[in-house]
């Protein structure tokens, strides 16, 4: 694994040649080695389809190629930090959440409308995360970000997770969501405000909850 865990709020990342990590812009703290940064504006191996994807949903977050021999330290704006290794599944992630990820899987986007018709894209205006979700498939390790740390809940088939949508960070697994309203919900057991709705993942897998309804 590429990644280790300093403390909460920073990882350190091992850069070997021939093997490219990603980051975003700015995350870098510090490094030791001979380390390369370059700008990359199509965002790991998902190609051209991948980044027209992300530009449409305003969601192009710029990416780090980072190459070379040494150490990288990673951290940003103090947010907590969750490593999460793949083995071959795939990472449902709004892409800002992304600090860094190995350059061994393949990322590309999901229009959320495919996962809940139209309701997956009313979950889009409503919680504020793009209508297109970034993916990364395979092998390797993924650090995204969050308030308050981050929690795995396990999905497991007939039993569905309900998740506060402002808390929600990704999932994985064969997983479908929908996004429900409940009256009165957020204000009886929610911190958010508006109206009440409520996030229903269901199948088999994991998501991972944020301990804030606070956006990055």
Do not use: C
Not at 58 to 71: D, Q, R, W, Y
């Amino acid at each position: 694994m590429a990644f280790t865990e300093i403390n909460s709020k920073m990882i350190q990342a091992t850069v070997v040649p021939g093997q490219r990590l990603f980051s975003q812009r700015g995350a870098m703290l510090a490094y030791k080695g001979d380390v390369s940064f370059t700008p990359n504006i199509q965002g790991g191996q998902g190609g051209v389809m991948s980044m027209l994807g992300r530009r449409v949903a305003n969601e192009a977050t710029p990416l780090m190629t980072v190459e070379g021999s040494g150490t990288v330290m990673f951290g940003h704006g103090g947010h907590h930090i969750q490593i999460i290794n793949l083995t071959g599944d795939t990472l449902y992630v709004e892409a800002d959440r992304l600090l860094a990820f190995e350059g061994t899987l393949q990322q590309g986007t999901m229009f959320m409308g495919s996962q809940g018709g139209v309701m997956g894209m009313v979950r889009g205006q409503v919680t504020g995360q793009g209508l297109f979700t970034t993916t990364l498939q395979g092998q390797g390790a993924v650090a995204v970000m969050a308030h308050g740390g981050v929690f795995e809940v396990p999905i497991t088939p007939g039993r569905p997770v309900h998740v506060d949508p402002q808390a929600y960070v990704a999932h994985h697994g064969d997983v479908r969501n929908k996004l429900s309203a409940a009256l009165g919900w957020r204000d009886m057991v929610g911190r958010g405000s508006g109206e009440a709705f409520q996030l229903e993942l269901s199948g088999n897998g994991a998501v991972y909850v944020q301990a804030s309804e606070e956006k990055l």
